[in-house]
Antibody, heavy 120, light 108 residues
Framework: EVQLLESGGGLVQPGGSLRLSCAASGFTFNSYAMSWVRQAPGKGLEWVSVISGTFGSTHYADSVKGRFTISRDNSRNTLYLQMNSLRVEDTALYYC?????????????WGQGTLVTVSS | EIVLTQSPGTLSLSPGERATLSCRASQSISSSYLAWYQQKPGQAPRLLIYGASSRATGLPDRFSGSGSGTDFTLTISRLEPEDFAVYYCQQYGTSPGTFGQGTKLEIK
């Protein structure tokens, strides 16, 4: 059974940094791309970033490009999202999601999310 | 960036009725790389449909997806009480993998 467990969320001031983690199990981690999707309170889903399997090519939404960095540690079956220069508008529930393919595809498994609140 | 527009924003129907949800793309989606997700309050999204018309594992056959190019549809043939939720479409053929704004399916 695929399991994704996010952690690392919390309250941070504008301009601050936070690193999210997603521990994965139940599948061959390095064979699949992984992604982050966020949802602001009461709003819809926003795709944030994706990283491919072994070689780790990355893509970002324009809203986070240059501030967020996605990475993975295939030896630890863990996905990360380093978030710098955080803004109030980054406040959201951040979901880790497994992608259906090695480099791209749809999100076929989701974690329960970790809440990031950016506020002074 | 491909923009997805879902309609209607809210759909009010009764159990047993048929629901038709629309997703229109600002440009053609390659190879019908279009997915649908269901989200209930307090829960993570759940994959329903991928490749525009393929059902996810275990999905009841009252759910069906169709369409190509720029126009896609999710149909629920006979609504069950557990189907009332928010539904999102997503294109995953071109980065960024954009989502529609969602359609809320509520009980009439």
């Amino acid at each position: 059974e695929v399991q994704l467990l996010e952690s690392g969320g919390g309250l941070v001031q504008p301009g601050g940094s936070l690193r999210l983690s997603c521990a994965a199990s139940g599948f061959t981690f390095n064979s699949y791309a992984m992604s982050w999707v966020r949802q602001a309170p009461g709003k819809g889903l926003e795709w944030v970033s994706v990283i491919s399997g072994t070689f780790g090519s990355t893509h970002y939404a324009d809203s986070v490009k240059g501030r967020f960095t996605i990475s993975r540690d295939n030896s630890r079956n863990t996905l990360y999202l380093q978030m710098n220069s955080l803004r109030v508008e980054d406040t959201a529930l951040y979901y880790c999601a497994k992608i259906s393919g090695y480099s791209s595809g749809y999100q076929n498994h989701w974690g329960q999310g970790t809440l990031v609140t950016v506020s002074s | 960036e491909i923009v997805l527009t879902q309609s209607p924003g809210t759909l009010s129907l009764s159990p047993g009725e048929r629901a038709t949800l629309s997703c229109r793309a600002s440009q053609s989606i390659s190879s019908s790389y279009l997915a649908w997700y269901q989200q209930k309050p307090g829960q993570a999204p759940r994959l329903l449909i991928y490749g525009a018309s393929s059902r996810a594992t275990g999905l009841p056959d009252r759910f069906s997806g169709s369409g190509s190019g720029t126009d896609f549809t999710l149909t629920i043939s006979r609504l069950e009480p557990e189907d009332f939720a928010v539904y999102y479409c997503q294109q995953y053929g071109t980065s960024p993998g954009t989502f529609g704004q969602g359609t809320k399916l509520e009980i009439k």
